[in-house]
């Protein structure tokens, strides 16, 4: 006769009728008992000085957290598991596999059930520094619908990155021991994260599936899929900027891949993420930050909460953005609507916008979409002069903006050298790839006039090209020669603008 398995439930609290999603998936997750809190997870294929150095500032700097280290060697042949076996750390427990499959054919060996409430992912090439965990677990608590945290770091994309300037090991510590104080101020919400030294809560793994991540995407884009996957559930992603750790990598040069097979892997990791997420594009959707403007727009202090509306704003990362911008200044009971004419982005708008308001039609309907006068900030990621009817477009984003309030929209510049490179069909000599479009031809100064009408223009920022130095080179070669040096400036200027930002503050 076969042994019974007997699986003791005694302890244990089952989920809750009158529970909400987030509150019974918690509870589930507590019943799972374990011996520590978090669970820290390295998992490392070969680059042995780095893992030391990882695992040693691990292990001296999560001083009150109660921890358990998981060290995972995925086939290293340079003496990673001899070094782990070495590690004295009396939670630690050691798997080897035998052949580098991955790191999420790495997380997959271990079981959900036996890892602590909180599961940390630490890439081998991360130093973490002082506080870091303490910090992390003090977001990720303070609302039960965070669902992953993660600190910035040096050498990351996705605007995650600080990098400060050390001569030694011990100055770059005492540095970060001294920028890593809690301050709820720095903490942004995010559509998606560069996962390094990421905190995730367990109930998003019992709701989404263990392992973490789609195990389609090898290596590229695997952060934005579990970002996605996990906001879609209805959870927040934050970047707790007041936690700093350091990432000894050099992602810009893509540290030890082969330029063309990295660029390869990039441009097939894009087209598996766009197949999945039925067109989403992960960096054209997703990557439209205002973050270089925000210090343009005023912020409004008399309106609780504070709505901000977008409209035309892709995934929403511009209104995410006002969010983060407004909590720095102290605010923080924002209100996100949004407004779209492509059915493909209301799900992801949905996610980001709680409390508020998400509607999907054409542009003709936008003025009547919400109640007038409702907003303290209008923010339309789209240059007005493309659409057909400019002026009736205007007038509804001031009507849909409160007295006082901030509308902030973009304005193409028609008449820039990019745009007539496009006219004369050069684009494929500059390497330009436009999508199709007709902009009607209005001066700037005739625009600055239009807004004027419906209230006072704070700001008309110039958004750049992006010109290399041949075609900046040519483009000062067709400077008049009676130019004086300040009309030379103008000139350049207006030419190399792709288009402007309008910063208007409504009569």
Not at 278 to 302: R, T
Not at 429 to 450: N, V
Request: charged share 25%; glycine share 6%.
């Amino acid at each position: 006769m076969e042994k019974i398995i007997e699986i003791n439930t005694d302890y244990m609290e089952k989920p809750r009728a009158e529970g909400d999603l987030f509150l019974n998936r918690a509870l589930l997750a507590d019943t799972y008992q374990n011996t520590a809190e978090v669970s820290i997870v390295v998992v490392a294929y070969n680059r042995l000085e780095k893992t030391r150095r990882c695992v040693e500032s691990i292990l001296k700097y999560t001083e009150s957290v109660d921890y358990e280290l998981i060290l995972i060697d995925s086939g290293s042949q340079d003496g990673t598991l001899e070094y782990y076996d070495s590690v004295q750390f009396h939670k630690k427990k050691v798997i080897h596999i035998t052949k580098n499959l991955g790191a999420a054919f790495a997380y997959s060996s271990l079981s959900l059930h036996e890892l602590g409430r909180f599961i940390c992912i630490v890439q081998n090439d991360l130093i973490v520094t002082s506080h870091w965990l303490d910090n992390l677990l003090a977001c990720i608590k303070s609302d039960m619908r965070i669902g992953m945290v993660n600190p910035v770091t040096s050498n990351v994309s996705n605007r995650q990155f600080i990098d400060f300037t050390f001569k030694s090991y011990d100055e770059m510590q005492q540095i970060a021991a001294q920028y890593n104080k809690p301050d709820r101020k720095k903490w942004e919400e995010r559509q998606k994260i560069v996962t390094l030294g990421t905190l995730y809560r367990k109930e998003v793994f019992l709701a989404a599936g263990w392992p973490m991540g789609d195990m389609g995407f090898f290596h590229d884009f695997f952060d934005d899929d579990i970002s996605f996957t996990i906001r879609r559930l209805g959870y927040r992603i934050v970047l707790a900027g007041d936690t700093w750790i350091c990432h000894d990598h050099d992602f810009r040069s893509g540290e030890g891949k082969n330029p063309i097979e990295h660029y390869k892997s990039l441009k097939k990791g894009s087209a598996n993420f766009s197949e999945k997420y039925y067109g989403i594009d992960a960096w054209e959707d997703v990557c439209n930050s205002y973050k270089p403007f925000l210090g343009y727009i005023p912020v409004i202090e008399d309106s609780v909460p504070t709505r901000v509306l977008g409209i035309d704003v892709k995934c929403g990362t511009p209104i995410l953005d006002m969010k983060n911008y407004l909590r720095k200044a102290g605010i923080f009971q924002v209100e996100l609507s949004a407004f779209t004419q492509s059915p493909k982005y209301w799900m992801d708008l949905k996610c980001i916008c709680k409390g508020g308001e998400v509607k999907c039609d054409r542009e003709e309907f936008l003025g009547e979409a919400f109640p007038a006068e409702h907003f303290d900030y209008v923010i339309a990621d789209f240059p007005f002069n493309c659409r057909q009817d400019s002026q009736r477009i205007l007038e509804a984003l001031f009507t849909l903006c409160r007295k006082g309030g901030i509308v902030v929209t973009k304005f193409h510049n028609s008449f820039s050298y990019q745009e007539n490179s496009h006219l004369l069909m050069q684009k494929n000599t500059y390497g330009w790839e436009f999508f199709y479009q007709i902009f009607y031809h209005i001066p700037c100064e005739t625009a600055k006039r239009s807004m004027e009408k419906l209230g006072t223009v704070k700001h008309m920022v110039d958004i750049p090209s992006e010109l290399d130095e041949e075609h900046m080179q040519l483009l000062d070669s067709i400077i008049p020669s009676d130019f004086s040096q300040e009309e030379r400036g103008e000139f350049l200027k207006r030419m190399s603008c792709r288009e402007y930002m309008m910063v208007v503050q409504r009569l």
